[in-house]
């Protein structure tokens, strides 16, 4: 027999339904989109830009900054783990501020340190949950970063996030650099397959946070790149590729190429975005476009979607790798950027899809004709054909997002290339500065800015009677870096 509560939740799912397909794209987002579009450098104003049409910028929290790991590729300042947690009218206060500097549906990074971390060691879970469903409320797509090895051992900590917080969307940082996971000692791993085990972990917790709540939960994957590793992203790549269920929990894989910033141990013989997207095709195996998609500085981002076919697996790049279908996808931005496909409980993308579909019936002919002229050409294989027939295919992103290193984020005033960077930058977070709140770039973040946050809380003398957890200064894992 049907609950009263399912039944109740199947109609708030159809209402919200209805909704996103008679109103796709809320007029705030499409102004504040307008303004971020007037504000990037002419030269930055393409047919394949994504800030400005898409997006504004995705906004992160200024959390908790301890972290119980030591790894040796950290970007914040020594001191991190000696800095009170911020109190939760503070961390509001941020969320509020991200809020409207990025409009409604924006993606806000709640991070620091390892919050998970600070938080459930500090006895303050209930904040956790009550920030992440603050940020819902008031409009914003909360996504938590964590190395995950709290939410491993506590996963009645994760179900609260999910069930009470609303939380759907975590990064989790599996990689080489880290040390602290429990089992894998950072001596001991030689290679990114020794922690397939563990990524393989938050795969089987996921299917059953979602088995048992009945929400969705996805995750992205956050890896620095170094000398050490570079020639393991191959195999990381293929090694979600090889199980579509992976890549349906795993659905962007972001790879990040060491920095010279913070208490980073930085390479003797340092790696180069160019040599990361190469890698990044390896393992997709095929050539991948770089300038697809740019979101902000074409130096700062590079990504790639891919269709992923169920249950064969088989992949293939979701949209052309032809510079032609740059003026139809301009178009397309340009009319309708400001959608929003963020997927949520009552499954409105599809909605919102044909809502805005169905008010450019034009552009919708030329996106479907083009769409099938794609899919259906010699090079598409068979598979994915089959599997968008049936509805069985879903988007894996792959991409690179490159941090600039400190002494680079230093002479921006001189340097007009870096400046462009940071002006275009699609990864910033509200600080307040002078009673006024402005998005600062997260590489300005690493390179001077947490250091002034931390000053401020270590002066805040109502913080110090709040429950905290601290620990001794980091000691640097002295590790071969090449």
């Not at 170094?226 to 020639?231: G, H």
């Not at 992923?308 to 178009?331: H, M, N, Q, T, Y």
């Not at 690179?400 to 001189?414: C, I, L, P």
């Amino acid at each position: 027999m049907v609950s009263l509560a399912t039944t109740a939740r199947a109609s708030s799912h159809w209402r919200a339904r209805w909704n996103a397909f008679r109103n796709p794209i809320v007029e705030e987002k499409a102004r504040v989109l307008k303004e971020r579009w007037d504000s990037l450098p002419r030269e930055l104003q393409t047919n394949n830009q994504i800030s400005g049409r898409h997006l504004t910028h995705c906004g992160f929290t200024l959390g908790a900054s301890y972290c119980s790991f030591h790894c040796t590729h950290c970007y914040l300042p020594k001191n991190a783990n000696q800095i009170p947690i911020p109190s939760l009218e503070q961390v509001k206060e941020q969320i509020d501020a991200n809020r409207r500097l990025q409009g409604p549906g924006g993606g806000l990074q709640i991070t620091g340190g390892d919050v998970a971390d600070a938080y459930w060691k500090s006895g303050r879970a209930d904040e956790l949950v009550e920030i992440v469903r603050y940020a819902y409320s008031v409009g914003s797509i909360p996504m938590l970063m964590t190395h995950g090895q709290t939410l491993i051992e506590h996963p009645e900590f994760l179900a609260r996030l999910v069930v009470e917080g609303g939380l759907r969307q975590i990064s989790v940082h599996v990689d080489m650099t880290q040390a602290g996971r429990h089992g894998y000692p950072i001596g001991r791993i030689k290679c990114e397959a020794d922690l397939h085990p563990v990524r393989q972990a938050f795969t089987d917790l996921a299917l059953r946070i979602r088995a048992t709540t009945g929400f969705i939960l996805e995750y992205a994957l956050s890896f620095t790149v170094t000398r050490r590793n570079i020639d393991d992203v191959p195999e990381v790549i293929r090694w979600y590729l090889a199980d579509p269920e992976r890549s349906y929990i795993w659905r962007m894989l972001s790879f990040q190429p060491e920095a010279d910033t913070g208490r980073t141990i930085f390479s003797q013989r340092p790696i180069t975005s160019a040599d990361v997207w190469q890698k990044i095709c390896d393992g997709a195996g095929f050539p991948l476009r770089r300038d697809v998609s740019i979101f902000g500085h074409p130096d700062c981002n590079s990504w790639a979607s891919l269709l992923v076919a169920r249950p064969s697996g088989k992949i293939f790049p979701l949209l052309p790798d032809d510079p032609k279908f740059d003026a139809l996808l301009g178009e397309v931005l340009a009319k309708i950027g400001g959608l929003s496909l963020v997927n949520d409980d009552a499954a409105t993308p599809a909605y919102r899809l044909a809502g805005v579909l169905f008010q450019h019936p034009l552009l919708a002919l030329k996106v479907v004709t083009q769409m099938l002229r794609y899919v259906t050409s010699r090079k598409t294989p068979p598979e994915i054909v089959q599997s968008l027939l049936r509805g069985k295919v879903h988007t894996l992103g792959v991409g690179m997002h490159n941090f600039m290193d400190a002494s680079q984020v230093a002479r921006a005033d001189t340097d007009p290339v870096i400046k462009a960077r940071l002006d275009s930058c699609v990864f910033k977070g509200a600080v307040k500065r002078n009673g006024r709140w402005e998005a600062v770039p997260m590489c300005s973040m690493n390179q001077q800015t947490w250091s002034e946050v931390y000053d401020a809380r270590l002066r805040d003398p109502a913080l110090v009677h709040q429950p905290q957890v601290y620990a001794p200064a980091e000691t640097e894992p002295a590790l071969p870096l090449g």
